[in-house]
């Protein structure tokens, strides 16, 4: 790239600098970098750039090329990207998985290469860098629009993610437009793989025949409204999404302050049951909830206080409907009985002032009453 690169090579170079600049100031230097690379322009340019960046830093990069296996020659088109990757001074890796899963092609081949590039990255004991920039990001919006998303997920694509486990996802190129990995390709000489199940008019249909959503959104619906408004909607929606993003961290921190003190007071009602007896027979859980503290806060707050609840009990994937249902056990109690839920139930607990909402993973606890907190 040279010492002093230009145009949007430049752009894309410094982002990555940016990046990991902000991830090694928090985390100290990884002994590699994991890349995603399809060889489309995006994950071309971030390739070339991370591997430019993390030279003058003596950090190895190692891509990951995943055969999805759903094309004639695409494990050929994989071997040419991963070859062309070693040759620019990369550690090149060609994942083969198998899809097969829920949410139809699209979503099972995306589960899948996550799956794969996951699996690198742990091994490794490395970030993973993902070429998404700010095209990718106002689809999401729009995507998650049109599913009637809260903050929570209109927050969309974030530049730094990280597991449970410490796995860390990295995508530098958030605050960039796909015209500009174009454009770094261009000035490198380098030529992207053209993906055709990215085509509006691709091999892969939507269960109706339909376009692919994505690709329908952007051959389609994000130029139309670009025509209809008279500008280009595509950085309006990622400001939309770093604004929910804001708004969701607030919200959030909020909520983990209500499920603590819930918590808390729930522990004390049981304890003040064992003292009296004064709430024989009810059920109980794992994790309680006070109804008290609960009631009094702002749904928006109420709600991820409720999630948060259920994922300290090990319940997780919860609809809005799930959560709307927890809910009315807290403010719109007729004595409904248990809450049937992806992996377990919620119920309301005793009466008055030692009204718990109790979450019981299947299999662990007696939702019966004996073993309530």
Known sequence: MGANPRGPLRACSLAVRSSLTSFIDEAGAPPALVVGLSGGADSLALTLTTIDVAARVGI?????????????????EARRVADLAASLGARAVVETVTVDGPGGPEGAARDARRAALRAVGVREGAPILLGHTMDDQAETVLLRLARGSGPSSLR????????????????????????????????????????????????????????????????????????????????????????????????????????????????????????????????????????????????????????????????????????????????????QGPIHLPGGLAFRVGRGAHARIAFVARGRGDPTGRDCP
């Open 156 to 335: 969309a694509i974030a530049p730094l993610s990280r597991e449970a486990d410490g796995v860390t996802w990295l995508r530098p190129l958030l605050t960039l437009r796909r015209s500009d990995t174009e454009g770094a390709c261009a000035q490198a000489g380098l030529a992207p793989v053209h993906d055709p199940t990215n085509d509006v008019d691709g091999p892969w249909r939507a269960a109706d025949g339909s376009p692919l959503r994505r690709s329908a959104l952007r051959h389609e619906a994000i130029p139309a409204l670009a025509s209809a408004l008279g500008v280009d909607p595509v950085p309006a929606l990622a400001r939309t999404a770093a604004l929910c993003a804001e708004d969701d961290d607030a919200l959030s921190d909020r909520a983990r302050e209500l499920t603590a003190a819930a918590r808390v007071a729930a522990a004390r009602v049981a304890a003040a049951r064992v003292a009296d007896d004064t709430d024989p027979g009810d059920g109980g859980g794992p994790v309680a909830l006070a109804v008290a503290s609960l009631c009094g806060a702002p749904r928006a707050v109420r709600t991820r206080a409720l999630r948060e609840g259920a994922q300290a009990a090990g319940i997780r994937a919860l609809s809005s409907t799930h959560v709307d249902a927890i809910d009315d056990l807290v403010v719109a109690w007729r004595g």
């Open 60 to 76: 190895p990069v190692i891509t990951v090329t995943v055969d999805h296996g759903l094309r004639e020659g695409s494990d050929e």
